[in-house]
């Protein structure tokens, strides 16, 4: 099953139950009584969080959401029971959206966040409360709405195909990302956690991104999104004389970072160039270091696992 980062869906409250017109036969003063009861509201559609819920694919072929309508009034002035509300779990992460006006409903950013999109309709009175004639219910709200999932993780990880960004997740979080030896092998964002020093940093790796990805060039401009909520990022650059030249790489990288979205360039970074334990690589890393004298670089070989440490240091470092 893909990776189901968006999708649209039509929700339906419940409408109200309508109202009961009725009367008995009051003896001591031989008069009919109105008793009609009210009906009962309808459901409410509510979105909330599910921490479990890894993407949105369990909404991709439920289209169609409706709470259930409000009971009918009875006799002997009998309230109508409320509909039930439908609920729509989702991951936290995910940002809601009106199609209709596309106003942005809730953000699901904390793990406890609920939002109810559409409120169910008020049932109808009974001739019991009106003393008269009936009051028809009200329908409940109906609405077309755009989720978006947009990955919580502290730390984003950025890169050109094949420069070791799977491989860099695989080592530091245990995870289980596809490695091979041809672009573009990652075709959904990953999601690791790095405990060191007793923190626990949450990482996002998405698709390698390439010149021209803000324009949809490639798989990377699909899931930039992911890294918008992070609060660094991690560059990395490969050093074999298969990768592009380091120091052109991290500048497209930039470069694309800053045409998706300009607020990506202004966050931290640091940059790890890997694959140190090629032969060519120590002269690449000697050039990229002088041509990059502000810039936090940490030499690694995810190969031989060497320098993982220091890489943990720094990332630590900025959430100590």
Same mark, same amino acid.
């Given at each position: 099953m893909s990776f189901i980062d968006q999708t649209k869906t039509y929700v339906k409250a419940g409408d109200g139950g309508k109202g009961c017109f009725s009367f008995y036969f009051h003896k001591p003063t031989a008069r009919r009584v109105p008793d009609g009861g009210d009906g009962g509201d309808g459901g409410d559609v509510i979105i909330k969080v599910n921490q479990n819920l890894w993407d949105l694919t369990h909404l991709k072929y439920k289209k169609h959401q409706k709470a259930e309508r409000g009971h009918?009034?009875?006799?002997n002035n009998k309230?109508?029971?409320?509909?039930?509300?439908?609920?729509?779990?989702?991951p936290q992460g995910t940002v809601i959206r009106d199609l209709g006006n596309s106003l942005l409903i809730r953000d699901l950013s904390m793990p406890a966040d609920y939002v109810a999109v559409a409120k169910g309709?008020?049932?109808?009175?009974?001739?019991?409360s009106t003393k008269s004639e009936l009051r028809a219910p009200k !329908?409940?709200? =109906? %609405?077309?709405?755009?989720?978006?999932?947009?990955? /919580?993780?502290? +730390?984003? *990880?950025?890169?050109?195909?094949?420069?070791?960004?799977?491989?860099?997740?695989?080592?530091?979080?245990?995870?289980?990302?596809?490695i091979a030896s041809y672009p573009f092998t990652t075709l959904e964002p990953q999601l690791g956690v790095i405990w060191h020093n007793n923190c626990a940093v949450k990482i996002a790796d998405i698709p390698g991104l390439i010149e021209g990805a803000h324009r949809g060039k490639g798989l990377g401009h699909l899931f930039l999104k992911h890294i918008q909520r992070t609060e660094i990022l991690v560059f990395i650059l490969g050093l074999d004389d298969t990768d592009p030249d380091p120091l052109n790489a991290f500048e497209v990288l930039r470069g694309e970072l800053e045409k998706f979205n300009p607020a990506l360039v202004e966050?931290?970074?640091?940059?790890?160039?890997?694959?140190?334990?090629? !032969?060519?690589? =120590? %002269?690449?890393?000697?050039?990229?270091?002088?041509? /990059?004298?502000? +810039?936090? *670089?940490?030499?690694v070989s995810l190969a031989s696992k060497t320098g993982l440490i220091a890489v943990k240091d720094k990332i630590a470092e900025y959430f100590n």
């Open positions: 009918h009034g009875g006799s309230t109508g029971k409320r509909g039930k509300d439908k609920v729509i779990e989702v309709g008020r049932g109808g009175r009974g001739n019991g !329908p409940g709200e =109906e %609405k077309n709405l755009f989720l978006e999932l947009k990955l /919580l993780a502290q +730390v984003g *990880l950025v890169g050109f195909p094949n420069a070791g960004k799977t491989t860099f997740l695989n080592t530091l979080c245990q995870t289980k990302g596809r966050k931290k970074f640091f940059v790890i160039a890997n694959k140190m334990d090629l !032969p060519c690589a =120590e %002269k690449k890393f000697q050039t990229l270091t002088a041509m /990059l004298p502000t +810039v936090d *670089l940490l030499p």
